[in-house]
């Protein structure tokens, strides 16, 4: 089956602890994206990529960091510099690269809840 | 900047009543909207979208949703909801020309009750 998977499902994370949530897709998709999400807020986009080992801030990069070394995978590092971790992480992915201006639709993943403790 | 509006935070309804789940968005140039559904715990679904051409679209599930340029709304309406739809919507739009990204409202939690 094609789609998108995140692990783990739940994580809980100390104080002071960086964690890493992983993102895979085998939809051939080029771009990749990370959302998080809070009650009452909707989504609000962290960092996406458009192609291998390019990848750039979105609204809220601060404490955060991802890697783009293969095209099937967007792995988001939550580091100890981020001040209210505890949210709901959504990875998605599109066709669109760098050709830009693109219409195709984001697909999601089935997110990962983030605690800390 | 774009925004967009979700202008109900939770819609109670009973099951086979219509529902309308309301959506505007701020831009001054075109753009293409889409509603996602979101069942508890879960990934967003794409429920709809509407691109170009006509502006009432729908979904195989019974939703509808029309785009209104003038009022810069994109509601999205079922005229017999189910207890299965419970669910949190959200509806969002794109810029195009840019990345693809996409400004999501604050999202609207509909309840159907029995």
């Known amino acids: 089956d094609g789609g998108i998977t995140q692990s783990p499902k739940y994580l809980f994370r100390k104080e002071g602890q960086n964690v890493t949530l992983s993102c895979e897709q085998n939809?051939?998709?080029?771009?990749m994206y990370w959302y998080r999400q809070d009650p009452g807020q909707g989504l609000r986009l962290i960092y996406y990529?458009?192609?291998?080992?390019?990848?750039q801030k979105g609204d809220i990069a601060e404490g955060y960091s991802v890697s783009r070394e293969k095209k099937e995978s967007f792995p988001l590092t939550v580091t100890s510099a981020q001040k209210n971790p505890t949210a709901f992480y959504l990875c998605?992915?599109?066709?669109?690269?760098?050709?830009?201006?693109?219409?195709?639709?984001?697909?999601f993943g089935p997110g990962t809840r983030l605690t800390v403790l | 900047a774009q925004s967009v509006t979700q202008l109900d935070s939770q819609v109670p309804v009973f099951e086979e009543a219509p529902v309308e789940l309301r959506c505007n968005y701020s831009?001054?140039?075109?753009?293409?909207l889409f509603w996602y559904v979101q069942y508890p715990n879960q990934g967003l679904q794409l429920l709809l979208k509407y691109l170009s051409g006509s502006t009432l679209v729908e979904s195989i599930n019974g939703f509808e949703a029309e785009f209104n340029k003038s009022q810069t709304s994109f509601h999205l309406r079922k005229p017999s909801v189910h207890i299965s739809d419970t669910a949190e919507y959200f509806c969002a739009v794109i810029n195009p020309g840019g990345y693809n990204k996409l400004i999501f409202g604050a999202g609207t939690r509909l309840a159907v009750h029995p």
């Open positions: 831009s001054s140039v075109s753009v293409y």
């Open positions: 990529s458009q192609i291998v080992n390019d990848f």
């Open positions: 939809l051939n998709h080029d771009a």
């Open positions: 998605a992915s599109s066709t669109p690269g760098l050709a830009g201006g693109s219409t195709d639709t984001q697909y």
